[in-house]
């Protein structure tokens, strides 16, 4: 870290690497569903691909830890907190990759993306927070911009077949898992720890928790053709190592207020993705959907960034 930032100053050039870095791990995790997808219509099951998502990238981060001489091993006083953090954690990945059977991958992403949201609703329902005014209106906003994503927007904004209700209700409860699980981090243990060896952690639980669905499930496969390998490679690299880092460097260097908005890189870049490789269809409620849910998502940021 940069003597500028030790002695709180922060350099022009220090804020450019900072916003720079946030808006690759945004464009990073933007496309989960561009290496998602494919495998998902090839037949393999959901939780095979996030056990493998998560797996390969435990290792990963697990080598890179190394390499930079960081501890990985934590005390057993914080297994009841990474346990639970794993379950949300699970859950909202899950739920996210299994919209993706319902929905096209750029509105499901946009959807999960209301994930600030609920982490306020959570805060303002079993911690006591004070009722805001903004809270209420970015609630109707961003409900407005699920209504419009998920009604208005008619069929181009689901898979062809698909129950939509069940859709919708999935990813939200995708979005309402990640938002438990933020909640979590500032709540409990977890957040003693450094954030790498905690992502590292999370990662590794995670996927055991989708090994032994897969191997219950009998959907466990290997990793077999050259496509599979490459989608892999781009969900462990690009859309998790990366990504991680990245946001864990924007957040140092720009503070988590400003990274969580540039955040809103990720649904963009699903988006245009999935139009771009998939052939997924915008129209004005889509598009209408999108700013809503955006603006939503910034006013709580901004307004509740304490």
Not at 247 to 258: D, I, M, P
Request: glycine content about 10%.
């Amino acid at each position: 870290m940069s003597a500028n930032i030790l002695q709180g100053r922060l350099t022009s050039s220090d804020y450019a690497k900072g916003v720079i870095a946030g808006i690759v791990s945004a464009m990073g995790f933007g496309f989960i569903p561009v290496f998602s997808k494919p495998m998902l219509s090839e037949g393999m099951a959901t939780e095979c691909v996030l056990f493998y998502r998560f797996f390969l990238s435990a290792i990963m981060m697990a080598i890179y830890l190394i390499s930079t001489r960081r501890r990985i091993a934590v005390g057993w006083r914080y297994a009841p907190s990474m346990l639970v953090e794993a379950i949300f954690y699970s859950f909202s990945g899950g739920f996210l990759m299994l919209g993706y059977n319902y929905m096209t991958g750029g509105v499901t992403t946009v959807i999960h993306f209301t994930y600030p949201v609920f982490v306020m609703a959570i805060s303002l329902i079993f911690f006591r927070e004070r009722i805001k005014g903004w809270s209420v209106i970015s609630i109707i906003i961003a409900l407005a911009g699920i209504y419009c994503l998920s009604v208005l927007g008619g069929d181009a904004s689901f898979v062809p077949g698909a129950n939509k209700a069940l859709g919708v209700t999935i990813v939200l409860i995708s979005g309402l898992a990640c938002g438990s699980y933020i909640v979590g981090v500032n709540r409990t243990k977890a957040h003693e720890l450094p954030s790498l060896v905690f992502t590292f952690w999370l990662l590794l639980i995670s996927s055991m928790f989708f090994f032994g669905i897969s191997a219950l499930n009998g959907t466990l496969e290997l990793i077999s053709t050259p496509k599979q390998w490459a989608c892999f490679a781009g969900l462990t690299l690009v859309a998790t190592i990366l990504s991680n880092i990245t946001l864990v460097f924007s957040a140092r260097y720009v503070g988590s207020t400003l990274a969580a908005i540039l955040g809103a890189v990720e649904p963009t870049t699903a988006v245009l993705m999935c139009v771009l490789l998939f052939g997924e269809v915008l129209n004005a409620w889509i598009v209408t959907g999108i700013v809503l849910v955006f603006t939503a998502v910034i006013i709580v940021v901004k307004r509740g960034r304490r």
